[in-house]
């Protein structure tokens, strides 16, 4: 491995030219201008955002920047997006960069304005743009066209945004022309049809640039660029590069390369199927333009950063993703350090619409609230976890840390439950970078794992007398539907879940057959299509969903759902139910306009059955089961996982809630024992959950 004082992240980069005061950056590790929805409604930064950044200063980035910050009211595009659109923003945003200055880190922000991707809804004014073409991805508002002196108006707004980012203290000040905001609309065909000076797709990026080095002659300055817009209708890599020829470059002092647009979103936050790196290849023709490159795009491993920095192909590398799912990230990249690893789900990116841009991995992000560690436990303090799938290996985490000796018992044989399977599909292979991080946690930290191993969740207090636990956190699960129709029963019909446990040689490389059914259209039935189809076998999907994996965000399902919709072998019939199956046909219903009639449809293969858990009875609130549950283990209980509140059964809601109840647990165990009743109850407590009987 590469010693510290050789590695090329951690060599220092000064930026600054043409006689402008230089600044440096102490190693090549940036933050990237991610949006997150931490502000205030009206654009003012929170103690929740200033610590979120902090955190990533101290963690040892050379440069933190903030989110795109727009410039003007009609350019907010998010709910809670940050503002540098009046001077009242300053005070806040001083208090950021003296904290950034304090841990070393240099200050950057980026400038934005949302154009015809903002939405009256969100922002409260009319959205503007270079002509009126509308975003459908964004909201499908038509825009309206601004006239030419609107468009010096515009470019004084950018002005004096910078005025004010200078006197809020940041060093570096981004100009954001990428990813189908306002100045990549005046440089795209797609967004640009008008026919005066503005129609020249460099003029006002040119005038923004111009207006931002007056208004902050001595701060440094670069531009964010996509280096291919997506859409065949849009720029091309090679008119990317045409446009940046006749930009006013020797008023910049470094470029910022990333990719997409609205209208091609998986090039803006990658999909975990395409390959780490992946803008080196466009990254070596903007060496022309003699500026130092940053660049972003599925940096998500030391490795490939000390490549894409080594060989030469940027200066620095903006870092979004893999630091949001933990700051020691960092460390990973300059020092060797262990780090929780980034899975490219993009729950990121698809909560951005919602609210607050929570993560997969990281439980303790995105959640209104600046986080708060698990409090430490009493000494000696055992807790046993019942399942070792996400929410399971997140509590039993969380409670070593906070000093307990924790015990996880599974009745699988591969860590990770239903993720261990999610790993292995097509549309995501960074899922097993999970596991391997709790089975390397695990280790470290002592946490013994007992799998193979069934529990009777209805004995708890026999567990407890089995493992010395002083606290149990049920992570099991909910229990499955029953497919519920006529036939059910007959041979070849199972769940999509024991049916790859029977068949590991799907996963693993080996034979696929030639065709199956799936019932059901949530994210588990999608991606198995997807693996399955892309093998060559023939698949028949039929769901209740209106859409394909509805409890999934657009970004996670971007690249899976047009293949199925592409394939000549994938059939999909949404909004239906299966009334029959008598082993070879299907009678489904539902599927005309008004939801009326039925029709049998040949059924090949395999009928496998995926629908998601069902949670526990919402009549009876899950605290006063925990209440219940404690009083007859005699130790306190909690419950993890998504069957506890009611949200949809994928593996960022496993781990918010894993997380959670290991905080609870942690505070009991931390408080006097006298504080909780530990007298049996009369009478059974019954609970139906997979891996236990009532």
Known sequence: MMEHNTRYAARPLTLGRNGRTPRTLRNRLASAPMERNYGTADGHITEQYIDYLVTRARAGLGLVTTEATYVRADGKGRTHQLGLHTDAMIPGLRRLTDALHAEGALAAVELNHGGRTAQTAVSGHKNVAPSPVPCAVAGGEVPRELTAGECHDLVAAYAAAARRAVAAGFDVINIHGAHGYLIHQFMS????????????????????????????????????????????????AENQLAIMAKANLDQLDFLDLSAGS???????????????????DYAAAYRQFGLPLGMAGRLNSPAVIEEVLGDGVSDFVSLARAIHADPAFVGGVLRGEAYRPCIACNVCIDTLGQGQVTCTVNPAVGRSRVPLPTPGVRPGSRVAVVGSGPAGLTAARELALAGAQVTVLDDGARLGGQLALAERMKSTPDFHRFSDWSEAENERMGIELRQRR?????????????????????????????????????????????????????????????????????SVAMSLADTLADRGTAVLLVGPQDVLAPESGRRAK????????????????????????????????????????????????????????????????????EADLARVAGVPVAFAGTVVDHTPAIASNAVKSGYDAAQRIA????????????????????????????
């Not at 979103?265 to 992946?278: A, D, Y």
Request: hydrophobic share 40%; aromatic share 6%.
């Open 189 to 236: 065909p797609i967004s640009n049809h008008r026919t005066d000076e503005f129609a020249a797709p460099e003029h006002f990026l040119n005038l923004v640039i111009d207006a931002v080095r007056e208004a902050a002659p001595d701060a440094i300055v670069g531009v964010r660029v996509s280096v291919v817009e997506g859409p065949a209708e849009g720029i091309s």
């Open 262 to 280: 609205y209208d091609a979103g998986e090039w803006i936050v990658q999909p975990g199927e395409w390959k780490p790196g992946l803008l080196r």
């Open 454 to 522: 069934r529990v009777d969740v209805t004995d708890l207090a026999g567990l407890v007398r089995e493992t010395g636990a002083d606290a149990v956190v049920l992570a099991t699960g909910g229990t499955r539907p029953g497919a519920g129709f006529p036939g059910a029963d007959l041979p070849g019909v199972t769940d999509v879940r024991d049916w790859l446990a029977a068949h590991p040689e799907v996963l693993d490389g080996g034979d696929v057959p030639d065709a199956v059914t799936i019932w059901g259209a949530d």
């Open 667 to 694: 505070a009991a165990l931390a408080a006097e024992p006298a504080a909780f009743a530990t007298e049996p109850e009369a009478g059974p407590f019954e609970l139906s959950m997979n891996g236990a009987a009532s």
């Open 558 to 625: 971007i690249l899976a759902v047009p293949r199925l919709e592409q394939n000549p072998r994938v059939r999909v019939r949404l909004g239906a139910t299966i009334e029959e199956y008598d082993g070879g046909r299907i009678r489904i219903a539902g599927t005309s306009r008004d939801g009326s009639g039925s029709e049998w449809l040949d059924a090949p293969g395999s009928l496998l059955v995926s629908r998601s858990v069902l949670p526990l009875d919402g009549s009876v609130p899950a605290e006063d089961r």
